[in-house]
């Protein structure tokens, strides 16, 4: 047993993060043996999330190449790409990084006031 290793994600690029091994081709379908793509959790519910193994295979969705000029996949990778690596929860980030914005913009009037 080893520890999971942080890697980089195949499909949106980001790291480092711990990657799931997803199989291009579904098992079911034959696939088990055939290539498979290391991705991150969150690439790997979004894809599982919008399409049934089945729907993977009719859509030819089994090469990362057609994953990623996939619509619904592509813009979802427009948003992911600008989640920090390891965050799920960019709403709790989004506010956090709000209130330190109004932190620094409080302190920088304090500062412009020679406090
Ligand atoms: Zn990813
Ligand atoms: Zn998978």
Do not use: F
């Amino acid at each position: 047993m080893t520890a999971q290793a942080l890697d980089t994600c195949e499909l949106c690029g980001r790291s480092p993060l711990a990657t799931t091994v997803h199989h291009l081709i579904p098992r079911e379908k034959g696939g088990s043996l055939l290539p498979t793509a290391l991705l991150c959790k969150a690439c790997h519910r979004q894809i599982h999330a919008l399409y049934t193994n089945s729907d993977l295979v009719v859509l030819g969705l089994t090469t990362l190449d057609s994953l990623r000029s996939d619509p619904q996949i592509a813009s979802y990778l427009r948003w992911i790409m600008r989640q920090a690596p390891g965050s799920d929860r960019s709403c709790t980030n989004q506010s956090a990084y709000e209130a330190n914005v109004n932190l620094l913009g409080s302190r920088m009037k304090q500062v412009l006031r020679g406090e």
